[in-house]
T-cell receptor
Framework: EPEVTQTPSHQVTQMGQEVILRCVPISNHLYFYWYRQILGQKVEFLVSFYNNEISEKSEIFDDQFSVERPDGSNFTLKIRSTKLEDSAMYFC??????????????FGSGTRLTVV | AQTVTQSQPEMSVQEAETVTLSCTYDTSESDYYLFWYKQPPSRQMILVIRQEAYKQQNATENRFSVNFQKAAKSFSLKISDSQLGDAAMYFCAYRSASSGGGADGLTFGKGTHLIIQP
């Protein structure tokens, strides 16, 4: 079964450093997402991306965050200057298109980001 | 804005028994999608079941079924014949069906930790 692949699985970074989290969505999917889950809390929507542009972003997704699909296969989340409170599990997800059959958002296994 | 409420932080069930996890949501929309996701200790999010709001028939996937009550804005998950592998966090999620306008992300509840007693 097709998978969404995220790398790395765990990243430790110094506060103030830039990090890039990488995702390879399922190849024929059209919509891409990033979600965040702070330990012990609920999963929160960050941003959605379609047709090479952001289609929606939450209040969490401020100027420190950016997304890119540089080569048609990778989908990246960049945090410019990390803060301690950015420590969380970051999930990438993708889905094929419209209709219930295509509303199977497929999630990756997540990247655990630890800011020290 | 839509909200999703899971009022049971933790539930426990004996293996082979049936358990129901509750979920309520608040929305002014008439068409939307509802989901249950399972998050085992590996922390991957796995889709368990999904329901489209305009369909009255409750979705079923093997041992998993839902009780969708649109008027009450309730979307409970029933797990029959519970197995040890069902132990996980279960998240209820909502997604607007409106196109455009950016209403594209899933809104999750806080989750229910399901414990399976052998």
């Amino acid at each position: 079964e097709p998978e969404v692949t995220q790398t790395p699985s765990h990243q430790v970074t110094q506060m103030g450093q830039e990090v890039i989290l990488r995702c390879v969505p399922i190849s024929n999917h059209l919509y891409f997402y990033w979600y965040r889950q702070i330990l012990g809390q609920k999963v929160e929507f960050l941003v959605s991306f379609y047709n090479n542009e952001i289609s929606e972003k939450s209040e969490i997704f401020d100027d420190q965050f950016s997304v890119e699909r540089p080569d048609g296969s990778n989908f990246t989340l960049k945090i410019r200057s990390t803060k301690l409170e950015d420590s969380a599990m970051y999930f990438c997800a993708s889905r094929a298109g419209w209709g219930l059959a295509n509303y199977g958002y497929t999630f990756g296994s997540g990247t655990r980001l630890t800011v020290v | 804005a839509q909200t999703v409420t899971q009022s049971q932080p933790e539930m426990s069930v004996q293996e082979a028994e049936t358990v129901t996890l509750s979920c309520t949501y608040d929305t002014s929309e008439s068409d939307y999608y509802l989901f249950w996701y399972k998050q085992p200790p590996s922390r991957q999010m796995i889709l368990v079941i999904r329901q489209e709001a305009y369909k009255q028939q409750n979705a079923t996937e093997n041992r998993f079924s839902v009780n969708f009550q649109k008027a009450a804005k309730s979307f409970s998950l029933k797990i029959s014949d519970s197995q040890l592998g069902d132990a996980a966090m279960y998240f209820c999620a909502y997604r607007s069906a409106s196109s455009g306008g950016g209403a594209d992300g899933l809104t999750f509840g806080k989750g229910t930790h399901l414990i399976i007693q052998p």
